[in-house]
T-cell receptor
Framework: NAGVTQTPKFQVLKTGQSMTLQCAQD?????MYWYRQDPGMGLRLIYY???????DKGEVPNGYNVSRLNKREFSLRLESAAPSQTSVYFC????????????FGSGTQLSVL | GENVEQHPSTLSVQEGDSAVIKCTYS??????FPWYKQELGKGPQLIID?????GEKKDQRIAVTLNKTAKHFSLHITETQPEDSAVYFC??????????FGTGTSLTVIP
């Protein structure tokens, strides 16, 4: 049982380049989330999808877009990467939006030069 | 919105000693408080949680206490072991089901 799988694990971009972070879960969860983790700032919510077909902004959505491709997959896109987006990105899922237990992937370390 | 503060940022203890990590929150309506453990190179994993109608919860060597009046909650790890070394995050969930995380505590257990 893989849980939450994120790809890639590491990525280096130049300023202005675009990329998509992929996330898939095999737990039949309804809700999925993207967080970023920065030193001294904890985890902050970028976007979430409460259920298939819906997406909503979180705490820090600027510069990002998301797509809930189907119930399993939730991708995060950086259209024009900036150095301020250098961070570790975590995808998470939960049974439903109001269900408290989050399951996290192992993260993507992104550097924007 | 909710604001969660966590202390200390780093903590070193001798193996077998206890470790305590404290968090405060600002929104009195927050009703769920989980603790996550993050090992190097991995994502956070839930280790224990407490709801606002409970004052204390234990699971083997770990326990969480909640003081709603003072708006703070704490993680207690007894008889620490080297495998307890990790970064620990507290969080609070507000009435909109959004989590707000603390800034993390790096715990080192010295053998």
């Amino acid at each position: 049982n893989a849980g939450v799988t994120q790809t890639p694990k590491f990525q280096v971009l130049k300023t202005g380049q675009s990329m998509t972070l992929q996330c898939a879960q095999d737990m039949n969860h309804n809700s999925m989330y993207w967080y970023r983790q920065d030193p001294g700032m904890g985890l902050r919510l970028i976007y979430y999808s409460a259920s298939e077909g819906t997406t909503d902004k979180g705490e820090v959505p600027n510069g990002y877009n998301v797509s809930r491709l189907n119930k399993r997959e939730f991708s995060l896109r950086l259209e024009s990467a900036a150095p301020s987006q250098t961070s570790v990105y975590f995808c998470a899922s939960s049974e439903r939006r109001a269900n408290e237990k989050l399951f996290f992937g192992s993260g993507t370390q992104l550097s924007v030069l | 919105g909710e604001n969660v503060e966590q202390h200390p940022s780093t903590l070193s203890v001798q193996e077998g000693d206890s470790a305590v990590i404290k968090c405060t929150y600002s929104d009195s309506a927050s009703n769920y408080f989980p603790w996550y453990k993050q090992e190097l190179g991995k994502g956070p994993q839930l280790i224990i949680d407490i709801r606002s109608n409970v004052g204390e919860k234990k699971d083997q060597r770990i326990a969480v206490t909640l003081n709603k009046t003072a708006k703070h909650f704490s993680l207690h790890i007894t008889e620490t072991q080297p495998e307890d070394s990790a970064v620990y995050f507290c969080a609070a969930m507000d009435t909109g089901n959004q989590f707000y995380f603390g800034t993390g505590t790096s715990l080192t257990v010295i053998p």
